[in-house]
């Protein structure tokens, strides 16, 4: 342990060494950064060269990375927004977490550390790419000052820097120091994408190999001398309180420490985990309910049944006059869709080590918003921000879990209070299963009138659920929970409405993977079947004929066409299979899939088609590899997702009642990435809209049975 007030990243990897951990440097994921944090991963006398890159004697390249890593790839993304500009060779590269104290002391120098809504890559290019311009000119400058000679004569690549007319060269790690001192230019040119070299080209993520070696460090990893760990139990009716502990069941228990009471959760600090949990689970609780005991599922349901018909809607999108639509409509579509509760199901459970001495806090945790943490902790502490330390380490999945809401964070915090030894705080599986902030239980009415050739002429969406802004901010006009029915609707129906009747439920909820597109694509895109077949025509051609008036149709049109012509869309199917097709717009990024199924004794998913265009790709690897994944969360989601509420809690506790996808029901997910045009878009979420809708389309083509709320597991999937 150091003799400062905070444990510096040496310190830590010692402390890891000595308990058998693994973190080795030659893939440094840093549990702080800062420019000594940076300095340390390659030697002693690396040089900083702005805020995102220190370069060492050796010419290894160190790029700063302000988000975290949940394994979507952006170790690897960002690094290469820089390394393009910079000209360095790309095999010399490595990343490191930008530490949120040290973000905020330098005047927040690395900007945004959320990471959410699939913004890493297109909030931050433009900044990226900006300092590997900078750094590189700084560069050539040290080196043109070294030989006397202008800057323009000098170019940059593969980390050497050489005068073009006399074939002199410097290596970057030659001129660092001197490339340290040079002013920073104003204006930077940055190169046209005919010029990259590394952006667009499929790489090997960086930290991949170290993962299989069990190298990084997560949140639930972290190990520290003399460190003691907390189990917890939180009071099962959200919003309840603790009224009473028995704790004669403690009587005899090796290892326990103290028993530490919050306003809603118990926990006991022990010398091990497994004592801790043993500990806390033989204590007598008694809980206030708060008046939310009774709450279940089929009253959630008939609140939200009932915003379905209120008159307090807040509109978020009006064209012409929906009424005398349907009034003059030649046929009526109308249907009811619902979608539940859905849990995070984070491969890492929530935690977090908190360390006090004194008023100074130093805490090791798997977040996905560095600077909500630090914020979270000094509140939890009560100190001043600038006393409190955070180390972000890998994490063992996100999803939106562990971004805006940071209770996991403010409960160590809380729990370590009183301690003047580390205090890991770890979830059991049933405690983050049960305490999780979950994507918002939904339902919506839609209600649309065709014309005699079967094209809409109007239509009414109404949509009714628990708010996510509205937890944030009482009374507000939530156009968020819209998204997907609002601008984003690539249909084109002359008069429209699309409006929500908020209701709000004592669930706690969050950001999930895709947030309301993820349900709204499902309402949106299987209603859009229902009229393709009430019309008696083909589900793509009526998409393409509905999408002419958009301001993006090309786009539209680039991803639906795609997707249907490497699907074989017009090719007829072995008999026995189906398909169904979807389409979206998430956040700028068009998306559209076609799903084949087989349904014998039970649904079988055999091919999964996403056609993406996302704008400008970065690392095409790391498109497959999101496309893929988002499916198998997705598919997760329709076949198995649901949260239920009986007496004022969650049912489910862990992974027998709360299913994942299964290797063996895994299909094969083909990806087609359709080139965009200059704009720059998001990969984690948008494949997650398109999944379920085609799912239930193709269904729909297979049995007749038009599926009209999830999960599958609760429907009779056999043909009618």
């Known amino acids: ?74 170790l690897t993304a960002l690094p290469m927004l820089v390394a393009e500009e910079l000209a360095c060779d790309w095999s010399k590269v490595k990343a490191e977490f930008v530490a949120p104290d040290e973000n905020a002391r330098r005047s927040r120098a690395w900007g945004d550390m959320s990471t959410g809504a ?187 049944r009932a915003g379905l018909d209120a008159a307090d809607a807040g509109v978020g999108r009006r064209d012409g006059d929906v009424a005398a639509g349907l009034a003059q409509a030649a046929k009526h579509v109308e249907a009811d869709y619902a979608v539940p509760f859905l849990g995070h199901a984070t491969m890492e459970p929530q935690n977090c080590t908190a360390h006090f001495r004194g008023d100074r806090l130093e805490i090791w945790v798997p977040t996905q918003n560095g600077e909500a943490t630090l914020a979270a902790a000094a509140r939890a502490a009560g100190v001043p921000p600038g006393n409190v330390v955070v180390h972000p380490t890998m994490l063992g999945g996100g999803f939106g879990r562990r971004g805006l809401t940071q209770d996991f964070v403010s409960l160590a915090v809380k729990i370590a209070k009183g301690f003047d030894q580390p205090v890991k705080v770890l979830w059991t599986r049933e405690e983050d299963t049960r305490h999780d902030f979950y994507r918002p239980v939904a339902m919506t009415r839609m209600t649309a009138g065709l014309d005699a050739a079967g094209m809409p002429v109007a239509w009414h969406v109404r949509m009714s659920g628990n708010s996510i802004l509205g937890m944030i901010r009482p009374g507000m006009v939530d156009k968020h929970f819209q998204e997907g029915f609002l601008d984003d609707m690539p249909y084109d129906v002359p008069n429209y409405l699309a409006d929500y009747a908020m209701r709000m439920t004592h669930v706690p909820v ?73 389409l979206s717009d998430v956040h700028g990024t068009y998306v559209a899939a076609v799903i084949e199924v087989s349904i014998e004794r039970e649904l079988r998913i055999h091919r999964v088609v996403t056609a993406i265009d996302c704008g400008t790709v970065v690392n095409p690897l790391t498109v497959e590899m999101q496309v893929e994944s988002a499916t198998v969360y997705a598919l997760t989601a329709a076949l198995y997702g649901e949260i239920t509420i009986k007496d004022g809690r969650v049912e489910q506790s862990n992974f027998h009642d709360y299913q994942m996808l299964r290797l063996a029901e895994m299909p094969k997910v083909e990806t087609v990435i359709v080139p965009g045009s200059g704009n720059w878009g998001g990969v984690g979420e948008p494949p997650v809209a398109v999944v379920a809708p085609a799912l239930c389309n193709a269904i729909f083509s297979a049995t007749g049975k038009r599926i009209r709320s999830l999960p599958l597991k609760n429907h009779d999937l056999r043909r009618a």
């Open 1 to 74: 342990m150091s003799d400062g007030t905070h444990m510096n990243r040496r310190d830590f990897l010692r402390s890891v060494a000595a308990v058998g951990g693994a973190l080795t440097l030659g893939f440094d994921i840093p549990l702080g950064a800062g420019t000594a944090g940076a300095t340390e991963a390659a030697t002693d006398a690396a040089s900083e060269i702005g805020a995102w890159i220190v370069i060492a004697p050796d010419d290894t390249v160190i790029i700063r990375v302000a988000k975290a890593e949940m394994g979507q790839g952006i």
């Open 118 to 304: 699939s913004r890493s890559i297109r909030a931050s290019q433009d900044t990226l790419r900006k300092a590997g311009a900078i750094a590189r000119e700084m560069l050539v400058a040290a080196a043109a000052a070294q030989w006397n000679v202008a800057a323009p004569e000098c170019r940059a690549e593969k980390s050497v820097v050489t005068h073009l007319a006399s074939g002199r060269k410097l290596r970057f790690g030659e001129l660092a120091e001197a490339a340290a001192r040079v002013t920073p230019p104003k204006d930077v040119r940055l190169k046209p994408p005919a010029d990259w070299t590394l952006l667009g080209k499929p790489q090997k993520r960086l930290e991949i190999i170290d993962k299989v070696q069990g190298k990084p460090i997560y949140g639930i990893d972290v190990h520290l001398p003399n460190m003691l760990y907390a189990a917890v139990v939180q009071c099962p009716v959200f919003k309840g309180k603790l009224k009473a502990v028995d704790e004669s069941g403690l009587a005899g228990m090796k290892g326990v420490r103290k028993l530490v009471k919050l306003d809603d959760a118990v926990a006991i600090v022990a010398d091990n985990w497994w004592r801790a949990k043993k500990a806390v689970e033989a204590l007598a609780i008694s809980w206030d309910d708060s008046g939310n005991g009774k709450v279940a599922s089929a009253g959630i349901g008939d609140l939200l």
């Open 510 to 582: 969050g950001f999930w993977r895709c947030v309301n597109h993820s349900q709204n694509g499902f309402f949106k895109e299987s209603f859009i079947d229902e009229m393709a077949h009430a019309a008696a025509q083909d589900p793509y051609r009526y998409r393409r004929k509905l999408i002419g008036a958009h301001p993006h149709a090309d786009k539209f049109l680039a991803v639906l066409d795609a997707a249907a012509e490497k699907a074989q869309w017009d090719t007829p199917l072995r008999d026995g299979l189906h398909r169904g097709i979807a």
